[in-house]
């Protein structure tokens, strides 16, 4: 059996001595816990560069490399291997001269990639070698500017043809009727964008894409690693097909243009099915929708891999394993306080218990867990639905958010007879949910006795790994934020930007949270009626980190940036700014 790129790429770096049997397995561990390429990890952790790295590939399977970051490959080129097959083979198509096709592969050994190349191209095929997470951003850079290309096709067709006409005020003297506008949503270029746009928000791993009527033109935007990114503009004479499409395809009245509507569909994309949630919005330029992007794949529904500080993963495992008691996650929207609710369920489902969630609206389908959607409009509110979810003998309750005094009235009372319930609050800080259920008018010594934990948390965008970098850290900083700098600790890391994360220095999203333990010294402080900087201060006294502690912490550790941990704690006063 052939060694796997893994096994050879060790061989070969403890053979050249470059590094130490230790030093693979604290990269192979670190693999397993974030998953990715070996190769990566080494880079990523700084045991070796990607240059060195490369270069110690090629000499030892003596086959040159390339740089491709400056490399310009045409179209014709990228055609002669699907886009689905050089991605799953990590392979990029360079040059073709005849009869011989050259391939850029990060394991230029995959004879079985190989073969199937030939037989699929009929070429004989010569090899160079990369880093696999260069290819990964050639491809994504080399196969998006195809599919822009081929996009741009699709509109000119839409424009200069008779499917779409110029979009009138959103009123009920358009003369254009509900029929004819079906008609139109149901002709293939229309189709086309609209299914290219989606896939390109799946792609790209944005959290909603935004369609946006202007003076002249039809504006999206992406958010991608929760900041919003302009994506395209395209004449204003699409707008109104393109937004019957989707309301098509949630099945909505596509002949109202006066009311708000929502709704859902899913669509199969790579292989994979994904949810959209859309909400249409009538605006004095005409309909703006905005689509939340619900991918199962991109979700982290992993306790493990949310990001948290080990010592408030640690809590949060614990507190949750407990028969009864209320558990809150608060924070701003956006944060991520439903993705962990959804990892604390799968951490706590078992065929032994009995789960129920009400939520509005449901946007994971979890398999073997009970999930009710809120209807308000026929009356199935969250308390409600939580009278009946009751009298269905659940273990654990889980309620998308506490929005009134009826839902937490009812919420805490099932925490104090046998259920755990597990629920979201819009407040900013831990201490702060305390002083919100009191202002709901829920008594202090109910709070006290129901509530075990609150966690209140952000999400912060991560370092880009393909251009990290070391940066000296400036101590004046530090000092400025009254925080101790380890002495050993003479630098931290930042991204330089690259095509890959858009020249932000930032791809991917961590969260990092603070969380409120009660303690029977907090207990004691809820029942006198303290005031929110009070169970804060007790609550450092006995330990805890505060918000913006945790994020610091994460800087230290390589994963995220000041900058960064600052824009998400602006105005917390857990750390006072001198």
Not at 19 to 35: C, H, M, N, P, Y
Not at 65 to 77: F, H, K, N, T
Not at 101 to 113: E, G, K, Q, S
């Amino acid at each position: 059996m052939e060694p796997s790129l893994r096994d050879r790429l060790t061989k070969i770096l403890i053979d050249s001595r470059l590094l130490t049997s230790d030093d693979i397995a604290k990269a192979v561990d670190t693999q397993k816990e974030r998953g990715g390429a070996l190769s990566d990890i080494l880079v990523s952790l700084g045991l070796i560069s990607k240059e060195k790295l490369v270069e110690l590939l090629s000499q030892s399977l003596c086959i040159p490399p390339i740089d491709l970051s400056r490399l310009r490959i045409g179209p014709d080129i990228l055609q002669v291997i699907p886009e689905k097959i050089a991605k799953h083979y990590q392979i990029l198509p360079v040059s073709k001269i005849g009869d011989l096709l050259t391939i850029v592969m990060a394991d230029p050994m995959n004879i079985f990639a190989i073969d199937e190349i030939k037989s699929l191209t009929g070429l004989k095929v010569s090899t160079l070698i990369a880093s696999e997470n260069d290819i990964k951003d050639a491809l994504r850079r080399h196969y998006a500017k195809d599919a822009a290309l081929a996009m741009d096709r699709i509109v000119d067709g839409i424009v200069s043809s008779h499917d779409v006409s110029p979009v009138e005020a959103p009123d009920d003297s358009s003369a254009e009727s509900a029929s004819e506008l079906l008609k139109i949503t149901q002709e293939a270029p229309i189709v086309k964008f609209t299914n290219m746009l989606l896939a390109e928000g799946v792609r790209s791993g944005s959290s909603d894409i935004l369609i946006e009527p202007l003076e002249n033109q039809m504006r999206v935007r992406l958010r991608i690693d929760g900041v919003l990114r302009e994506w395209k503009r395209q004449p204003k004479s699409m707008h109104r097909a393109i937004a019957s499409r989707l309301k098509v395809m949630a099945e909505l009245n596509i002949a109202e243009r006066r009311l708000p509507q929502d709704g859902r569909f899913k669509i199969k994309l790579h292989g994979r099915e994904v949810d959209f949630r859309i909400s249409v919005l009538p605006s004095s330029e005409g309909e703006r929708v905005a689509l939340r992007v619900l991918d199962k794949a991109q979700a982290m529904l992993d306790i493990e891999r949310l990001g948290f500080d080990s010592g408030i993963l640690a809590d949060l495992k614990k507190l949750s394993s407990r028969p009864h008691g209320m558990i809150l996650v608060c924070g701003p929207t956006g944060c991520g306080k439903t993705t962990t609710l959804y990892s604390l369920l799968k951490y706590v489902d078992s065929p032994v218990k009995n789960i129920v969630t009400v939520e509005d609206p449901v946007e994971y389908l979890l398999e073997g867990i009970n999930q009710v959607s809120a209807r308000p409009d026929i009356g199935l509110t969250f308390s409600a639905a939580l009278r009946s979810i009751l009298r269905q003998d659940p273990n654990i309750i889980m309620i998308g958010e506490i929005r009134d005094r009826e839902t937490v009235d009812i919420a805490i009372k099932s925490a104090l007879t046998g259920h755990l319930v597990l629920s979201t609050l819009h407040t900013t800080t831990a201490s702060g949910s305390i002083v919100r259920l009191l202002d709901m008018g829920i008594e202090p010594f109910l709070i006290s006795a129901s509530l075990i934990m609150v966690l209140a948390q952000r999400l912060v965008r991560k370092i880009c790994p393909n251009c990290r970098e070391p940066q000296k850290i400036d101590e004046g900083v530090f000092e400025a934020l009254d925080l101790k700098l380890p002495r050993a600790k003479t630098a931290i890391y930042h991204g330089k930007g690259c095509e890959a994360c858009f020249g932000t220095g930032y791809r991917g999203r961590m969260g990092m949270a603070e969380s409120l333990i009660l303690t029977p010294k907090i207990r004691e402080l809820i029942v006198r009626g303290a005031q929110d900087h009070e169970i804060r201060d007790a609550a450092r006294a006995e330990g805890a980190a505060g918000l913006r502690d945790n994020g610091i912490k994460a800087v230290l550790d390589g994963a995220t940036t000041i900058d960064e941990v600052l824009r998400v704690t602006v105005g917390e006063q857990d750390v006072e700014l001198k």
